[in-house]
């Protein structure tokens, strides 16, 4: 079945710099990939995602990137924020012959973005 | 509109004792999940539903059980709760699957459960 891995697990960057978020996954059928965001004590937040016929994707200060010969995809934040702070879950739907799978999320990233 | 909600919030049981928790959308979604999340394991499926009266296992069902007598609702049991039932658990329901494309899924606002 379908496998998700996350890294780093902990991120700290200083306000106003970049941050890169990259997640792996093994089932090369999967077609969907979402980023969620969870601040301290909530519930987690769709902030991107992206479908297997495209490669890039991008809203404000948010961009995920797929490469699917190598079988990842990445999140980046730039220009990061206070409020960027919060775990970030990646996520992949595999595709099992044309029926659709459950989400797979990986284990999670906790970014820290000091002021 | 309320999205998904979740009830309780907080409930803190003994090892053995029995407990429903109640999650609800007002968002016509067809598709409802029960995840747990626990530290550093991310988020897991529990059990899922695709349709009023329908109900499947996911990735870590044992010592659960689930009903989605209404569409709108979906119910997640434990029949005897365990110290290894300790957790967040988060309820979620999405639109379903267009074609073989996901979609987004909507949270609950979780519920935390301590069991002693």
């Known amino acids: 079945g379908e496998n998700v891995e996350q890294h780093p697990s902990t991120l700290s960057v200083q306000e106003g710099d970049s941050a890169v978020i990259k997640c792996t996954y093994s089932d090369s059928a999967s077609n969907y990939f979402p980023w969620y965001k969870q601040e301290l004590g909530k519930r987690p937040q769709l902030i991107i995602d992206i479908r297997s016929n495209v490669g890039e994707k991008k809203d404000q200060r948010i961009a995920v990137t797929l490469n699917k010969t190598a079988k990842h995809f990445s999140l980046h934040i730039t220009e990061t924020q206070p409020e960027d702070s919060a775990v970030y879950f990646c996520a992949a739907i595999p595709n099992y012959g044309g029926s659709q799978g459950n989400l797979i999320f990986g284990k999670g990233t906790k970014l820290s973005v000091k002021p | 509109n309320a999205g998904v909600t979740q009830t309780p919030k907080f409930r803190v049981l003994k090892t053995g004792q029995s407990m429903t928790l109640l999650c609800a959308q007002d968002?016509?979604?067809?598709?409802m999940y029960w995840y747990r999340q626990d530290p550093g394991m991310g988020l897991r499926l529990i059990h899922y539903?695709?349709?009023?009266?329908?109900?499947a296992k996911g990735e870590v069902p044992d010592g659960y059980n689930v009903s989605r007598l209404k569409k709108q609702n979906f119910l997640l049991g434990l029949e005897s709760a365990a110290p290894s039932q300790t957790s967040v658990y988060f309820c979620a329901s999405s639109p379903g699957t267009s074609g073989s494309v996901g979609n987004e899924q909507y949270f609950g606002p979780g519920t935390r459960l301590t069991v002693t």
């Open positions: 968002m016509n979604h067809e598709y």
């Open positions: 539903s695709v349709g009023e009266g329908t109900t």
